[in-house]
């Protein structure tokens, strides 16, 4: 029998779910500081909608993609990516027939066949905004500048730059490509078997290919930012300044092509220097023919995607800690069936009144209860006694400095609140 988690997944228990929580809120309020609304799409979409969107001869279809065929035989997938289901969710809901531009923001998990590694696994966790039907440069500031006061919020901007590029558009980029092809022809030999095959469906790919000797060539590479035309080049300009003026720190990296066929114009990466977790944090860009490739009308969008894992592995080893929450206000210790029945009543009374509370469900006797409260952290611990109960109180102990008091159940709700807000001895 399998008892451990298939490979490339991982359990996330208890104890580091409250940090997960923390940055999936710090997320969810920024986002909603700059107007986005939160979007929920299935975890799995038809095949179709990733092939078309993010393009036949990319990594993530070629090698990544999880599909499989449910009982009618169609071909679906597990998410791969973020930005394709949102865009079909817009088509299909008619939302460019609302007032625009639409923003919207989500956290999902995706699935992707790959070797795990740090900070990224088979199944990982994306959060992600998109911006619908704003062809302005001050959108893609807008989308960046998000995810640098995200990282902000976190306390991890100053170990991380916007490395930023414009891949051109369909006036500019053919030129780029022909002069790409004849760099590379003059290299092909050396190049692997996969890169040949990009050389000859999908020159931008070569860019992706992780191999030592086929990166080396590809930083020669012409550069796609000499072949912009007026339009994208004004548009670069314009995008560079608006981030100086909401203080982006960014630097032009002529390399960053992104891993998916539908970005036009900007393309950008959030690159960590943080020792232990180098590398890509957030990454997106532009897609002005999205939107029309997976069937809707031509509508141009922006958006960036990051890996909750990735930021989280950042955060741990930058030693940045975020207190867990309270386990337990109180722990009722009861001995005996009529004391019990008591202590359950005071407990769900307790609970209504807004108090963390819990009892013994394991039928201990009052010493291991009181061990117990002891090692799941419980502060305090009220103690219902045989002989207290009938003349209508309780103890509560300090489980830190084994101090007791006497309480009384009649008007436990406000002698209860007193006792907890008082000041006690770290002792």
């Known amino acids: ?48 909608i990733f092939i078309n969107a993010v393009g036949p001869d990319t990594l993530i279809i070629k090698d990544q993609i999880y599909t499989f065929k449910d009982r009618a035989k169609r071909i679906l997938a597990l998410k791969p990516e973020g930005t394709a289901p949102v865009a079909r969710a817009f088509i299909e809901h008619k939302q460019y027939a609302e007032v625009q531009p639409t923003r919207y923001f989500y956290n999902i998990p995706c699935f992707r066949y790959e070797k795990p590694q740090s900070g990224r696994l088979r ?25 640098y006061d995200f990282l902000q919020s976190l306390g991890i901007d100053h170990d991380v730059v916007v490395h930023l ?67 994208c080049r004004e ?22 092509t992104r891993s998916m066929d539908f970005y036009t114009k900007t393309a950008f990466e959030f690159i960590s220097s943080i020792p232990g977790a180098r590398g890509n944090l957030c990454g997106g860009g532009r897609y002005n023919h999205l939107i029309e490739s997976i ?12 890996g ?29 069936s009529e ?39 419980a502060a305090h611990t009220l103690i219902l006694g045989a002989d207290t109960l009938p003349e209508g109180q309780a103890a509560v102990r300090d489980m830190k400095t084994e101090v007791q008091e006497m309480l009384h159940l009649s008007d436990l709700n406000y002698e209860l609140r007193e006792y907890l807000a008082r000041p006690r001895s770290k002792v």
């Not at 022909?178 to 469906?201: A, F, G, I, Q």
């Open 1 to 48: 029998m399998l008892i451990t988690a298939p490979k490339g997944t991982r359990d996330i228990m208890p104890a580091q779910v409250h940090m997960w929580r923390f940055v999936e809120s710090e997320f969810a309020k920024i986002c909603e500081k700059h107007g986005f609304g939160e979007i929920r799409t299935p975890i799995f979409e038809d095949t179709e």
């Open 123 to 147: 199944e990982f966790h994306q959060m992600g905004i998109e911006i619908f039907s704003a062809d302005s440069m001050l959108a893609d500031a807008e989308v960046i500048g998000l995810g």
């Open 165 to 231: 590029n414009s891949l051109g558009c369909e006036k500019c980029k053919p030129d780029y490509i022909n002069d790409l092809k004849h760099y590379v022809n003059e290299h092909l030999e050396w190049m692997c078997d996969e890169c040949k095959e990009r050389y000859k469906n999908n020159p931008l790919r070569l860019f992706d290919c992780r191999r030592e000797v086929c990166s080396e060539i590809m930083k020669n590479a012409p550069c796609m930012l000499d072949y912009l035309c007026d339009e």
């Open 235 to 256: 548009d670069f300009r314009q995008l560079k300044e608006y981030l100086d003026d909401i203080g982006v720190p960014y630097q032009v990296d002529s390399l960053i």
């Open 295 to 306: 069937g809707g009308p031509p509508i141009p969008g922006v958006g960036f995607g990051m």
């Open 308 to 336: 909750l894992e990735r930021i989280l592995l950042a955060m741990e080893m930058l030693e940045i800690e975020i207190e867990p929450p309270k386990k337990m206000d109180l722990f009722i210790a009861a001995v005996g």
């Open 339 to 377: 004391t019990k029945r008591e202590a359950v009543k005071l407990m769900k009374y307790l609970r209504d009144e807004g108090f963390r509370v819990e009892m013994d469900l394991l039928v201990r006797n009052l010493k291991a209860q009181m061990k117990y409260a002891e090692r799941i952290g």
